[in-house]
């Protein structure tokens, strides 16, 4: 899969999408490096994939809900703190978070060693908003917190200023 976009118009003969290592998009926030796995190109839509590296001691987003899509977490290696609502949740390797629409979250990697995570959006939406904040790093800036604001204002996502 390369940063093309696909049309979303059913194939005759669908095709088999496959992403080896090394390939895909690469969106880098950070400290975080974020491998697309599945844009929703393939799915008309309905899924995206992602495998996020969250290097040690990595803050993640503030808590924020999303309003069209469920967002899944599965945590490949290390450990990472989600916290829903004023809840937190270590999860280790093979722990699955699903979080639905309407549910405030966030995550991060408090420890000295790397964590890697998949991450599943359904639908596909959520996957521009990556982009879109990689091409303000990209315009030699730094992220502002209204840049991610107006982003997450985008793809119906807010954050969740009651638990701030």
Do not use: C, W
């Amino acid at each position: 899969m390369t940063g093309e976009t696909k049309t979303s118009e059913p194939q005759a003969d669908p095709s088999v999408s496959v992403v080896r290592p090394g390939e895909g998009e690469t969106i880098v926030l950070g400290t975080t490096r974020m491998r697309v796995l599945e844009d929703g190109g393939n799915t008309q839509h309905r899924l995206a994939i992602t495998e996020s590296v969250l290097a040690p001691h990595t803050q993640g987003p503030p808590q924020h809900r999303h309003g069209r899509h469920d967002e899944g977490f599965y945590v490949l290696s290390g450990t990472v703190r989600f916290t829903v609502g004023d809840e937190d949740h270590d999860a280790t390797a093979g722990t699955l978070v699903m979080v639905p629409p309407g549910t405030p979250h966030t995550f991060a990697n408090l420890t000295d060693q790397p964590a890697v995570m998949l991450s599943t959006f359904t639908p596909h939406l959520y996957v521009q908003y990556f982009r879109d904040l990689q091409e303000v790093l990209a315009g030699g800036r730094p992220l502002t917190p209204q840049d991610n604001l107006d982003a997450m204002s985008r793809y119906a996502t807010q954050p969740a200023a009651d638990l701030a």
